[in-house]
C-alpha cells in the first residue's frame, strides 16, 4: 500500500521520507486530504518522458512498475470506498 502522511509529518522528518520517496511514492496530506505526490526523479521523468502524458496499453502490455502503481492505488481507493459505505 502507498504511504500517506501529513505535509507536516513530511517536514518533520524530511530525510527519511526522501529516501522512502525514492523507493515508492508518497502522497502528501494536507488538512487530511490528499495534497500532492513525492516521486523519485527517476519515475518522474519516466513519467513524463511521453510529450502526450496519455497512453494506452494492450493487456499485458503495461510496464510492471506502472502496473503496481495503478493496482496499489486501486486496492487502496477500494478499501477506503468500502470503509466509507459500512459508516
Known amino acids: 500500500m502507498a504511504k500517506s502522511i501529513s505535509t507536516t509529518e513530511f517536514m518533520r522528518d524530511f530525510g ?17 486530504r490528499p495534497s500532492v505526490v513525492v516521486v523519485s526523479a527517476d519515475l518522474y521523468e519516466r513519467m513524463k518522458g ?12 503495461m510496464p510492471q512498475d506502472l502496473a503496481d502503481m495503478f493496482l496499489t492505488q486501486l486496492e487502496a481507493d477500494s478499501a477506503e470506498f468500502k470503509g466509507t459505505k459500512d459508516d
Open 16 to 32: 527519511k521520507y526522501h529516501d522512502e520517496a525514492r523507493l515508492e511514492p508518497i502522497t502528501l496530506t494536507k488538512y487530511g
Open 50 to 61: 511521453n510529450s502526450d502524458p496519455r497512453r494506452a496499453y494492450a493487456a499485458g502490455e
